[in-house]
């Protein structure tokens, strides 16, 4: 039996020999699998970042020219409210400069003899002054008997006289206007303590 015995310890000494070069020979068959699989995978991560360094390039193009485009809008907007402003002024010159005419032509005739047509001329002109203010929004601020508001009125002095209430306007120094509803001078006036 012991050369039965040497005979199964020579087979299974052969066959274990036979195994480890089998596993030899398959370990470098599955490295190198496990290398192309690693390469391939290397090479479809360059490709995606290839892909994504293009697509970051085109939108860093776009909004280099989203900017410049923002930067000539804003640039043609401040051309085209300053050239809509010169028109807006224009319009209201060119409102007045009839008014300037009246002035002229009453001011040709102020050493007639007739003063009261000389001072309807005046009142006239002053009508037509303003109804041009009128028509562009401009309103006087009514004063004079009303209670004193610090939104409309500035007090430049309080008198003693008058028969009404204490806080009311009884004088206007300068009349106060509005522009639209917005005040753009306020009135000068004399308040009732």
Do not use: W
């Not at 028109?87 to 007639?112: C, Q």
Request: aromatic share 6%; charged share 45%.
């Amino acid at each position: 039996m012991s050369e039965e015995k040497r005979d199964v310890e020579e087979a299974a000494e052969v066959s274990a020999k036979a195994e480890l070069e089998g596993q030899a020979e398959r370990k470098p068959k599955r490295a190198r699998k496990k290398r192309e699989a690693l390469a391939e995978e290397l090479e479809k991560l360059r490709a995606e970042l290839e892909e994504k360094k293009a697509e970051l390039e085109e939108k860093h193009d776009r909004l280099i020219r989203l900017a410049a485009d923002f930067d000539n809008y804003k640039k043609r907007v401040a051309k085209e409210r300053a050239e809509l402003l010169e028109m807006a002024n224009r319009e209201l010159i060119l409102k007045f400069l009839p008014v300037l005419d009246n002035l002229e032509r009453a001011m040709d005739h102020r050493e007639s003899s007739d003063f009261d047509s000389f001072y309807k001329g005046i009142e006239m002109i002053l009508s037509q002054f303003r109804n041009i203010l009128r028509d562009e929004g401009v309103e006087p601020i009514e004063a004079v008997g009303r209670p004193f508001d610090p939104e409309l009125h500035e007090a430049v002095m309080q008198v003693d006289e008058g028969d009404c209430d204490s806080g009311t306007v009884v004088g206007e120094f300068e009349k106060g206007y509005t522009l639209k509803g917005k005040v753009i001078r306020h009135s000068k006036v004399s308040v009732r303590k």
